[in-house]
């Protein structure tokens, strides 16, 4: 049985424009134009004909980007907001952590909060007697339980949310982003407990940015996109089409930042600086290609990439070299090689040409980087040199730090223990 079915469910807000605002009513109404002002400019779809199940003792996961309708989902599951349209059937005791701070009544302290919000959920005073010591000391909070929560910082919030929403013992969990504001030590926690309802068979609705995690945890997930369901599968599946998805919207995005630089950029600045030499030996054109060999500009750290110069000398030319340079935004020097560094002897060129150089898997960390090209001859003397003025981003899952990402494995005795992740390969 379905512990959550959603049926063609929509959500529509109205927007209101800022240039119809009045700043006080007798204002509005000596202009005549109070009507006017609360007449919407446009309707938003949060949620647009959404439908899936979620069946007893799985977890679900949501994904999407910002503004995709991930969190209005949860609000209309728990009802806190209203379908405009569409049906949402819950079978079962919800529990909820959806916003952070959300129930918490910020004058009172965290002991009075604890019993307002259990009672809330449907327990009897008697309940969250026997439960308050496990809330407390789960979310470490036994030094500050008697302030009031106003004075709590965003982690103590989530702690003391998170505590309680488990503690009450709930059929059906609902987590949104919240644990992102988590204190390091205890998004652990957080996770373990979830772990634990799983294997208890609880139901669970996980809404994160989280992929690791979402794929770790969830036996099905959802992607949303504009407030319409785009798949709904197995966990790698569909963060994999997510994943392909942002990756063409940042090479979108990458690509327009670049036009802007362009047109922002002289073209005579951009040959004082940026590319020198008489061009005896002439560079054309540079693209950069992915393993399918089309041309883009963002690259995950596994990824091959192909640099191609198109180039032309215009005369027959003995002594050359063909050369390449990553550097990251803060102009350090990642990897570089030329034909001469790699024994490759000159011979002649003349005429229009191609010279293709295949990085087999780049093992950079996440950020931009820029790429140099250059014909010169041995001695150095230039021919065309082209800096900076090529770049590519490289997008990863991986969260580790650094220029290089080499290949690598971790190896713990016996008497450590500890959980491995899930396979990203």
Request: charged share 30%; aromatic share 10%; glycine share 8%.
């Amino acid at each position: 049985m379905a512990a959550i079915e959603v049926t063609n469910l929509s959500r529509i807000y109205q927007k209101y424009s800022s240039a119809h605002r009045f700043k006080t009513f007798k204002s509005a109404i000596l202009k005549r134009d109070f009507f006017r002002s609360l007449k919407p400019d446009e309707l938003v779809h949060a949620l647009d004909d959404v439908s899936f199940k979620v069946d007893e003792g799985t977890t679900f996961g949501v994904i999407g980007e910002n503004g995709s309708g991930k969190s209005t989902l949860l609000k209309v599951v728990t009802g806190i907001a209203k379908p405009t349209s569409g049906e949402v059937i819950v079978r079962g005791k919800v529990s909820a952590l959806i916003e952070l701070g959300a129930g918490f009544h910020p004058e009172i302290t965290g002991r009075e909060n604890i019993y307002i919000n259990g009672i809330m959920l449907g327990l009897s005073k008697k309940m969250i007697n026997q439960k308050y010591e496990d809330i407390v000391r789960f979310a470490e909070l036994e030094d500050f339980i008697d302030a009031p929560v106003k004075t709590y910082s965003s982690g103590m919030y989530m702690r003391l949310g998170f505590s309680i929403a488990i503690n009450v013992n709930p059929d059906i969990l609902l987590v949104d982003e919240v644990l992102a504001v988590g204190d390091a030590s205890f998004v652990p926690k957080c996770l373990d407990r979830i772990d634990d309802f799983r294997r208890r068979q609880k139901t669970i609705l996980f809404v994160s940015h989280d992929l690791s995690t979402v794929e770790k945890i969830c036996d099905r997930v959802a992607w949303l996109k504009h407030g319409r369901v785009k798949t709904i599968g197995e966990p790698r599946r569909v963060i994999d089409a997510y994943l392909q998805d942002v990756a063409e919207k940042q090479e979108d995005d990458f690509e327009m930042r670049q036009q802007e630089v362009v047109q922002e950029q002289s073209y005579e600045e951009e040959r004082r600086e940026n590319r020198w030499g008489k061009r005896e030996i002439e560079i054309k054109k540079v693209r950069l290609k992915g393993a399918d060999g089309k041309e883009k500009h963002v690259f995950s750290p596994d990824e091959s990439m192909t640099i191609e110069l198109d180039v032309e000398a215009y005369s027959s030319i003995k002594d050359f070299v063909f050369g390449i340079g990553i550097f990251n935004s803060q102009g350090i020097c990642c990897y570089g090689t030329n034909s001469l560094l790699e024994d490759y002897e000159a011979v002649k060129i003349e005429g229009e040409a191609k010279v293709i150089c295949r990085l087999m898997q780049l093992h950079l960390v996440n950020g931009t980087y820029y790429l140099d090209v250059a014909i010169h001859k041995r001695d150095g003397y230039p021919y065309d040199y082209h800096r900076n003025l090529y770049s590519f981003l490289i997008s990863s899952r991986h969260k580790d730090g650094g220029i290089y990402r080499p290949p690598h494995t971790w190896e713990f005795s016996s008497n450590i223990a500890v959980k491995p992740p899930r396979d990203k390969s």
